[in-house]
């Protein structure tokens, strides 16, 4: 089964997820990652890129050079959606090819900084949303990121808000206390599967 792991950046979701992944029969997808693979040369994907933006966002060694696409796209709302076009279908075949492959006695979870914004929610089962205190978010990205307030709250603008996780989500994990309160929370979602904490199996 694909559940979409939503959360705002400074929310958590790398710990959530480490705890999630302590399960049985739990598998830890990373869409970003399954993103840039996507454009490594060689790949459909790549050309396709190229063949669009031009062989300026190269780096000496031809491979693409991630900071110089993200300064074209995320200057021009329609080079984004060609990027777009151009790399989801392929990370959304990857996820589905390895979830097929893990089997739906698993719960394979599927993280990515834009789940709503992309439509990948689509291609989950259940959505599970990681809901922090804004004012502890900043705390977070402050002292791990080393962010200005005015970054983070520009980052954080533009990403879903509490609100729309809490209409949107199935299931909801609060991230703002202590850890082990966090993982109590997540105990109790995962006994509802019958899933339990241990994965020397993996």
């Keep these: 089964m694909i559940i979409g792991m939503a959360g705002g950046v ?6 959530v997820l480490s705890v999630l992944n302590q399960y049985e029969k739990v598998r830890i997808c ?20 190229i063949s669009h933006f031009g062989s300026s966002i190269c780096s000496e060694d031809g491979s693409i050079d991630r900071a ?8 021009d709302d329609r080079q984004l959606s060609m990027l777009n076009e151009i790399i989801h279908p392929v990370v959304w075949a990857e996820i589905e090819r390895q979830a097929a492959k893990y089997g739906e006695d698993n719960l394979f979870f599927v993280e990515s ?5 992309s439509g990948l929610d689509k291609l989950c089962k259940e959505v599970w949303g990681i809901l922090t205190d804004d004012s502890l978010r900043f705390q977070r990205l402050q002292e791990s990121r080393g962010y200005s307030r005015k970054r983070a709250e520009s980052i954080m603008r533009n990403q879903v808000s509490s609100s729309f996780l809490k209409r949107h989500c199935d299931r909801l994990i609060h991230n703002d206390g202590t ?3 966090m ?4 105990a109790r979602i995962m006994s509802r599967y019958g899933y339990r904490r241990g994965n020397s199996g993996k």
């Design 113 to 117: 900084a834009i789940l709503f914004e």
């Design 10 to 15: 400074g929310s958590g979701k790398s710990t």
């Design 68 to 75: 110089k696409l993200g300064k074209i796209v995320y200057a």
């Design 183 to 186: 993982e109590a929370e997540i």
């Design 179 to 181: 850890k082990e309160e």
């Design 30 to 49: 990373m869409a970003d990652e399954l993103g840039h693979q996507a454009m490594e040369q060689g790949t459909q994907a790549y050309q396709k890129i």
